[in-house]
Nanobody, 124 residues
Framework: QVQVAESGGGLVQAGGSLRLSCTLS????????MGWFRQTPGKEREGISC????????YYVDSVKGRFTISKDNAKNTISLQMNSLKPEDTAMYYC?????????????????WGQGTQVTVSS
């Protein structure tokens, strides 16, 4: 059984930082590119950062470049998203996924393996 579990969300003031973590079980972690996505009510889920299976390649959507950093630890079956200089517009539900699409596409395919999400709220 595949399980994807996010943690680390919360409430933070604008300019602050949060670190999200995600663990994957039930799949051979080293074989999978992984990604972080976010969604706000009424909008489609957006791919914000993805990392290749071997951590050699990363993708960031323009709105988070220079502020967010994704990392993958194959020894711990974990990926993380370090989020700095947070803005109110970063407020969303954040989801982790093991990707069936390429890290370059970083799209919210229904066939990705999804976690339940963790809420990030940035106050102004």
């Amino acid at each position: 059984q595949v399980q994807v579990a996010e943690s680390g969300g919360g409430l933070v003031q604008a300019g602050g930082s949060l670190r999200l973590s995600c663990t994957l079980s039930g799949l051979f972690f080293e074989n999978y590119s992984m990604g972080w996505f976010r969604q706000t009510p009424g909008k489609e889920r957006e791919g914000i950062s993805c990392i290749s299976f071997n951590s050699e390649h990363t993708y960031y959507v323009d709105s988070v470049k220079g502020r967010f950093t994704i990392s993958k630890d194959n020894a711990k079956n974990t990926i993380s998203l370090q989020m700095n200089s947070l803005k109110p517009e970063d407020t969303a539900m954040y989801y982790c996924a093991a990707l069936v699409v390429s890290w370059e596409q970083c799209t919210a395919s229904k066939n990705n393996y999804w976690g339940q999400g963790t809420q990030v709220t940035v106050s102004s």
